[in-house]
């Protein structure tokens, strides 16, 4: 089975700067579209950055300019690199992995939390 485990989050202030590591079991960053999510209470998941696997790369209108989704092969994890962070940027980040539009792994996701 698939695993993704999320680290990296934090309490931060407003104008700083994380990075969030998804750390993934086998070879699922080669053959996988990878996405970064995140939700907060009361609202749905937002889908905020997605990697495909020829290297696209695309971004929510509210993140773009400031957050940056890559992956090292080698040491088999996908990072969010989020800078100049908002209040707004606050939330329970999660790592997703799609091989087929019908089967999609999870982690447990990261709490990043931005002080205004």
């Known amino acids: 089975q698939v695993q993704l485990v999320e680290s990296g989050g934090g309490l931060v202030q407003a104008g700083g700067s994380l990075r969030l590591s998804c750390a993934a079991s086998?070879?699922?960053?080669?053959?996988?579209?990878m996405r970064w999510y995140r939700q907060t209470p009361g609202n749905e998941r937002e889908l905020v950055a997605v990697r495909g696997t020829g290297g696209y790369t695309d971004y929510a209108d509210s993140v773009k300019g400031r957050f940056t989704i890559s992956k090292d092969n080698a040491k088999n994890t996908l990072y969010l690199e989020m800078s100049s962070l908002k209040s707004e940027d606050t939330g329970v980040y999660y790592c997703n992995a799609e091989v087929h539009s019908s089967l999609q792994y999870w982690g447990q996701g990261t709490q990043v939390t931005v002080s205004s």
């Open positions: 086998g070879s699922i960053l080669i053959f996988a579209r």
